[in-house]
């Protein structure tokens, strides 16, 4: 347990459906992560936060992504209108000041049917 | 960000051998890291190499980088059944983000 927390888990959902995932970083980690990843591929990064600001979004982030990190804590990513391209295990990582070291939470893993 | 290629994709040994398993990058990097991810576990960082650092240890694992060759190499020692994992090299160039490649998938046959 790296102590970055995920929830949920696993989620099921319908095609066109919104879906939304928290993060929990470590306590004192100003930095936060959210990456993809598909079966037999490594982690692709998503988006990046220093405190509550989002400071990177990649191309992979289509406009149906968004995240927010409120108050510079907790984060969260919603998908809206999933597609089934979408099924991938969702990782959260973060890290802290100029460390390079990322932890990462356990995943959660969207299926959309 | 700097993306580090794993290779070979796929290792298989027994118990109690050593695995050797390799990283190519592209471009200048600040420094170069280890991680490995099961199943059980999720993705795990094991070791990190500066750029003016040539080998590091960490109990049986043993990292080596050469930049002139733009490539490292992660050593486990003595592997154990529990070593089954991917083992992936993301870089870093004083940028945050972190580039995966597809992994080496290593298989530790008890």
């Known amino acids: 347990d790296t102590g970055v927390s995920q929830d949920p888990r696993h989620k099921i959902t319908k095609r066109g459906q919104n879906v939304t995932f928290r993060c929990d970083p470590i306590?004192?980690?100003?930095?936060l992560y959210w990456y993809r990843q598909t079966l037999g591929q490594g982690p692709e990064f998503l988006t990046y936060?220093?405190?509550?600001?989002?400071?990177?979004k990649s191309r992979l982030l289509s406009d149906r992504f968004s995240a927010e990190r409120p108050k510079g804590s907790f984060s969260t990513l919603e998908i809206q209108r999933t597609e089934q391209g979408d099924s991938a295990m969702y990782l959260c990582?973060?890290?802290?000041?100029?460390?390079?070291?990322?932890?990462f939470g356990p995943g959660t893993r969207l299926t959309v049917l | 960000s700097q993306q580090g290629e794993e290779d070979p994709q796929a290792l298989s040994i027994q118990e109690g051998e050593n695995a050797t398993m390799n990283c190519s990058y592209k471009?200048?990097?600040?420094?170069l890291q280890w991680y490995r991810q099961n199943s059980g576990r999720g993705l795990v960082h094991l070791i990190l190499?500066?750029?003016?650092?040539r080998e590091k240890h960490s109990g049986r694992l043993r990292v080596t980088l050469d930049t002139s060759k733009k490539s490292s190499s992660l050593l486990i020692t003595a592997s154990r059944a529990a070593d089954t994992a991917s083992y992936f090299c993301?870089?870093?160039?004083?940028?945050?983000?972190?580039?995966f490649g597809k992994g080496t998938k290593l298989s530790v046959i008890p």
């Open positions: 471009t200048s990097i600040n420094n």
């Open positions: 936060f220093q405190n509550e600001a989002q400071l990177e």
């Open positions: 190499i500066r750029s003016n650092e």
């Open positions: 306590s004192e980690h100003n930095r």
């Open positions: 990582a973060s890290s802290l000041g100029n460390i390079d070291e990322q932890f």
């Open positions: 993301p870089s870093g160039a004083g940028s945050y983000q972190l580039t």
